[in-house]
């Protein structure tokens, strides 16, 4: 949702933006498939559409051969690039540059790529030397070690040299840009252009009818940093107590198999509804329509800078639909600063369960948030301050460009 926001509203500021990406039949999952067509022709954003070598790497997203023999070399495969850092998307460079190869200098002012994963950085320093152009780095998530990677592998890690010669980085939290320019010092050329919410979008999303109160989660897991347990066993002692108002806690994603089991270990598996994969529009109708929405950064006490950084996406979403948000994170991260400007959240650390089931007690006998203003977050208003700082280091202040 950031790259396709990012090049929506860079084009509506001026940019003449053509993206380049793997062939729709490679993506495993897709969504509203001739919906995107659409919105591409209408925003004017051309397509660079590409091959991918390598998709064994990333077989959540990527169709590859992941049955019998090609599941086990696959896998063998896998544990070796994460042992070595070698990003999920190598693959893709060498196949997006055959697709680049019409380029010209004159087609292109600056090349911006967004990861993960981290091979787009790369293409990006290879495509802007080709093209005699500058690159922007945009951080969706930090480039982690893998973490049993020895220090002499380390030093091999081209994330630094990247650093260095690029224009411009983004990154979407503040904490995280601290974190990433304590380590490489990047100065000036550091940005926090935060994710955010398409209004436009969201303006037509109807509520869906639960007929009783509805508490909804959309998204994955990260055992055992980012659980449904603290949630669950809030639901337990709820459950326990009894209440009169009927009432049943709804799953969207991939990850039932987590759920289901937590369910069962705790007893709730009565009030809890497993919903799968599904598509976009769906979840959207879901959370407008729940009593409260949950999101959670991490089940943890501690904060280090990738915890303190996390803002799940989700997050924006639901603010843009004006649901009450519970959010299970550490105090002080750059998430609760978030969600806290919108007046529609409750945080709390993953051990306050009892915090926990009060909130939903409250919401339950119709405590009601004062909503805040949030428009700072709506892409209308991102849009312009990425475009700015684009300018500002690229182009000058009148300045307007090809983006690819």
């Not at 509805?214 to 639901?235: K, S």
């Amino acid at each position: 949702m950031r790259t396709w926001n990012a090049a929506k509203y860079l084009t509506r500021f001026g940019w003449d933006v053509t993206v380049v990406t793997p062939r729709p039949e490679l993506w495993r999952h897709l969504d509203n498939r001739e919906k995107a067509k659409a919105d591409l022709q209408m925003e004017g954003i051309r397509q660079i559409l590409t091959d991918h070598d390598w998709r064994f790497l990333n077989p959540i997203h990527l169709t590859c051969w992941d049955r019998g023999l090609g599941w086990l070399v696959g896998g063998i495969c896998r544990k070796l690039a994460r042992f070595t850092a070698i990003d999920d998307g190598v693959g893709w460079i060498k196949a997006a540059e055959r697709a680049c190869h019409q380029l010209q200098p004159n087609d292109v002012d600056l090349v911006l790529a967004s990861g993960p994963p981290f091979a787009t950085f790369m293409l990006a320093e290879r495509l802007a030397k080709k093209l005699s152009r500058r690159y922007v780095l945009d951080y969706r998530d930090p480039w982690l070690d893998a973490p049993l990677m020895s220090e002499a592998l380390r030093g091999f890690l081209p994330e630094a040299r990247l650093l260095k010669g690029a224009a411009a980085v983004t990154i979407v939290s503040q904490a995280w840009a601290s974190d990433l320019d304590s380590r490489f010092n990047i100065g000036s050329k550091l940005h926090v252009v935060t994710n955010g919410y398409d209004a436009e979008e969201f303006s037509s999303v109807q509520p869906y009818g639960f007929g009783h109160f509805a508490i909804v989660y959309g998204g994955i897991f990260y055992p055992p940093e980012r659980v449904i347990t603290p949630v669950l066993l809030a639901l337990q002692r709820l459950k326990n107590r009894g209440t009169s108002l009927e009432w049943c806690f709804h799953y969207y994603g991939d990850h039932n198999t987590h759920v289901r089991e937590e369910a069962a270990r705790l007893g709730v598996t009565d009030h809890v509804k497993l919903h799968g994969r599904v598509p976009r529009a769906e979840v959207l109708s879901a959370i407008r329509g729940a009593n409260v929405a949950v999101v959670i950064n991490s089940v943890f006490e501690e904060s280090p800078a990738r915890i303190k950084g996390t803002v799940p996406a989700k997050l924006f979403e639901i603010i843009a639909l004006g649901t009450p948000v519970l959010m299970i994170a550490p105090q002080g991260c750059d998430a609760e600063t978030i969600a806290c400007t919108s007046g529609l959240t409750g945080r709390f650390s993953g051990n306050d369960i009892a915090g926990i089931e009060s909130f939903i007690e409250k919401l339950m006998a119709g405590w009601k948030f004062e909503r805040s203003n949030s428009d700072s977050f709506a892409w209308k208003h991102i849009g312009a301050t990425f475009d700015a700082h684009l300018r500002s280091h690229l182009l000058g202040p009148q300045g307007c460009g090809k983006t690819s």
